[in-house]
């Protein structure tokens, strides 16, 4: 039962039931008949407790929950199979890998990091599940077979355009090692040894032969690898510089009942994240506990939190990384599923 204060009546019968009145109405709210009701999102009849009416006549006293301003994310994506994998390019975009192990299928989308708006999804190759991503690299996406099936020797090179999801070309000779925004260093095993050739990165059209020591060849992936600048959680260890500022905040407004695994934090614009799991009650079966992964932001400043989201509702063991940072963004993945973005400088509401 939820107790609230409506003193509350209309000008008009109510359009459902005819009633001026929650009174009227025999303590119930019609669908998104009263207003209060809309505010509240109360979009189901439910019993209210009506206290006698006071002198004032329209008042509706909010209990603090609704009062209290919270994050929204900025936008969602929901894959069909599982978020596999996903990786931001240098210029703002996100591509990601759906796949549907049961199946053995695997498809592509990129995103606007900025807003959500998806430039292409579902996209499918020749090659319907041993195939994954090399690089992004300026506009354009590289990626690759394998040898054969379950082997983790890469073969092949396809390249996509990144704005489009069109493969602009495809060689099924060479292995990738590292790209540039003007050409693609690729391998062949002979049998001597490594061969490596330098192909046009527009075309796919062999340049020639080169000979690039092991270092260089590292020092250029690593520039050529796309962005890495992004802020992943920590573990909260008592060892932590953070541990003795942070630790009190979270222990008071997170429910860490029944705590399995570190907490991982992060802190960025007055915010701190907190991810971490919890044992679910009665789920001990077998010997094996389930466990729950919640993700909380709690404003430094206010000392309250502004957003909360079940990340796993039920997993056998901690996983860690539940989020990342880039910029002002957060973002995070629902039951694997659904990809969140809230932006952390954004007013709460």
Same mark, same amino acid.
């Given at each position: 039962m939820y107790h609230i204060t409506l003193n509350f009546s209309r000008a008009s019968p109510c359009e459902c039931c005819g009633a001026r009145s929650p009174?009227?109405?025999?303590? @119930?709210?019609?669908?998104?008949? /009263?207003?209060?009701?809309?505010?509240?999102?109360?979009?189901?009849?439910?019993?209210?407790?009506?206290?006698? =009416? @006071?002198?004032? *006549?329209?008042?509706?006293k909010i209990p603090e929950f609704f009062k209290r301003k919270l994050l929204v994310p900025m936008w969602t994506y929901d894959t069909k199979g599982i978020l596999w994998r996903l990786m931001i390019s240098e210029m703002g975009f996100i591509l990601g890998e759906d796949r549907n192990p049961e199946h053995k299928e695997a498809a592509f989308f990129c995103l606007n990091a900025d807003n959500g708006d998806v430039l292409w999804e579902e996209r499918r190759f020749e090659e319907s599940w041993w195939i994954g991503v090399?690089?992004?690299? *300026?506009?354009?996406?590289?990626?690759?077979?394998?040898?054969?099936?379950?082997?983790? $020797?890469?073969?092949?090179?396809?390249?996509?355009?990144?704005?489009?999801?069109?493969?602009? /070309?495809? !060689?099924?000779?060479?292995?990738?090692?590292?790209?540039? =925004?003007?050409?693609?260093?690729?391998?062949?095993?002979?049998?001597? *040894?490594?061969?490596?050739?330098?192909?046009?990165?527009?075309?796919?059209?062999?340049?020639?032969?080169?000979?690039?020591?092991?270092?260089?060849?590292?020092?250029?992936?690593?520039? !050529?690898?796309? $962005?890495?600048?992004?802020?992943?959680?920590?573990?909260?260890?008592?060892?932590?510089? *953070?541990?003795?500022?942070?630790?009190?905040?979270?222990? @008071?407004?997170?429910?860490?009942?029944?705590l399995r695994g570190n907490i991982e934090f992060a802190c960025a614009f007055g915010k701190i994240i907190a991810s971490f799991h919890t044992v679910i009650p009665g789920s001990v079966t077998a010997g094996r506990e389930e466990l729950k992964n919640q993700l909380s932001i709690i404003d430094e400043f206010k000392q309250s939190v502004v957003?909360?989201?079940?990340? !796993?509702?039920?997993?056998?063991?901690?996983?860690?990384?539940?989020?990342?940072?880039?910029?002002?963004?957060?973002?995070?993945?629902?039951?694997?599923?659904?990809?969140?973005?809230?932006?952390? @400088?954004?007013? =709460?509401?």
């Open positions: 009174l009227e109405a025999g303590g @119930q709210i019609c669908h998104g008949v /009263w207003n209060v009701a809309a505010a509240l999102n109360l979009h189901l009849v439910r019993k209210w407790s009506i206290l006698p =009416p @006071q002198k004032k *006549r329209g008042s509706v090399e690089a992004v690299v *300026r506009d354009r996406v590289y990626m690759h077979g394998f040898k054969k099936p379950d082997s983790p $020797q890469h073969y092949k090179i396809f390249a996509v355009d990144l704005g489009t999801g069109k493969e602009l /070309w495809r !060689n099924e000779e060479y292995s990738f090692l590292y790209a540039t =925004p003007d050409k693609v260093v690729v391998f062949k095993e002979m049998f001597e *040894r490594r061969h490596l050739f330098e192909l046009d990165a527009a075309t796919g059209v062999r340049l020639g032969e080169t000979n690039e020591t092991s270092e260089s060849i590292l020092l250029h992936r690593m520039e !050529n690898c796309g $962005q890495t600048d992004f802020l992943f959680p920590e573990p909260l260890l008592e060892t932590h510089e *953070r541990y003795n500022a942070v630790h009190p905040t979270i222990r @008071q407004h997170c429910p860490l009942e029944n957003f909360s989201e079940v990340l !796993n509702a039920s997993t056998p063991a901690a996983v860690p990384d539940s989020f990342f940072i880039d910029g002002s963004m957060l973002f995070c993945v629902k039951e694997r599923r659904t990809l969140i973005a809230i932006n952390l @400088q954004s007013e =709460p509401r």
